[in-house]
């Protein structure tokens, strides 16, 4: 295989190849997903929630982004793996940005990392990437600020907030960033940030007209029923047929049918 690497994804966008993204938390889904062909295996926070089953993404630690982050790390060929710096490690001073990101790089063997936020983290967006670490940026909908917007719905409608996006997204490409992930807000405004700037952007929620798209691995291939937003789309029934399968297990099981003669020594 040739490796996908941040200049990969810079000259994707250059001859207008979109960028696929999905997100990876451990080592057997991670080898399925990077032997299918993925560009890109983000080692999300939403581990908090799909992972382990927290309400928001604040829980999650250092720690345990970096146990998920060398496990997908050591299913991977090919893709490019991306790690979230987890709520609290990076925004009390550049320092301890620079400190976790070094930590996930040399603890994981990750090749990048994401933050969270545009102007207000400047100082360690740049502290970082002196450090020779990349970053991805994440704008829009923040997952990490979810107690100061107060409801997870489409961001950036109102023309300040707008302004302060496309404001922000020409920092981050200013500051040396490679890509950036935006997340549910109008498309009109993603097409326009993707046309601003020459780093791909890369959406989630975010309409076609960006560099490339990211969903939650476990939200495409259906195995959480109970989340359904607008920009969803569903591969595989997998709650369905998980449930099917175990159930069927536990009534072979009852019945005797399981093990049969083959099935044993
Ligand atoms: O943590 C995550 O899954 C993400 C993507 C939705 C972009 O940040
Ligand atoms: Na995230």
């Keep these: 295989y040739k490796?996908?690497?941040?200049?990969?994804?810079?000259e994707m966008k250059a001859n207008g190849e979109k960028i696929s993204m999905l997100t990876g938390y451990d080592y057997t889904m991670?080898?399925?997903?990077?032997?299918?062909?993925?560009?890109?295996?983000?080692?999300?926070?939403?581990a908090s929630n799909v992972m382990a089953g927290h309400e928001?993404?604040?829980?999650i630690t250092l720690d345990q982004m970096i146990y998920h982050a060398s496990s997908v790390v050591r299913g991977v060929k090919r893709a490019l793996v991306v790690v979230d710096l987890p709520f609290g490690s990076y925004q009390s001073d550049s320092k301890e940005a620079l400190r976790s990101a070094i930590r996930i790089m040399k603890e994981s063997g990750a090749h990048a990392v994401k933050l969270e936020g545009g102007s207000e983290i400047k100082d360690s967006i740049k502290k970082i990437l002196n450090a020779g670490i990349p970053?991805?940026?994440?704008?829009?909908?923040?997952?990490?600020?979810?107690?100061?917007?107060?409801?997870?719905?489409?961001?950036?409608?109102?023309?300040?907030?707008a302004q302060k996006l496309i404001d922000d997204a020409k920092l981050l490409e200013k500051l040396g960033c490679f890509a950036l992930v935006l997340e549910k807000i109008p498309a009109q405004l993603a097409k326009k940030v993707a046309e601003?700037?020459?780093?791909?952007?890369?959406?989630?929620?975010?309409?076609?007209?960006?560099?490339?798209?990211v969903l939650v691995i476990h939200d495409m291939l259906g195995m959480n029923n109970e989340f359904s937003p607008r920009f969803l789309r569903r591969y595989m029934d997998l709650h369905e047929d998980m449930t099917n399968a175990i159930s069927q297990y536990v009534s072979d099981v009852k019945s005797q049918d399981f093990p049969n003669e083959n099935e044993q020594y």
């Design 135 to 161: 970053i991805m940026g994440h704008l829009g909908l923040t997952p990490q600020s979810i107690y100061k917007f107060g409801t997870y719905t489409v961001r950036a409608k109102e023309d300040a907030e």
């Design 196 to 213: 601003s700037i020459s780093i791909p952007v890369i959406g989630i929620g975010a309409g076609g007209d960006v560099d490339g798209q």
């Design 56 to 59: 928001t993404t604040l829980p």
């Design 30 to 46: 991670a080898t399925i997903t990077d032997g299918a062909g993925i560009d890109v295996i983000l080692v999300g926070d939403s």
């Design 3 to 10: 490796r996908i690497t941040t200049r990969s994804l810079i």
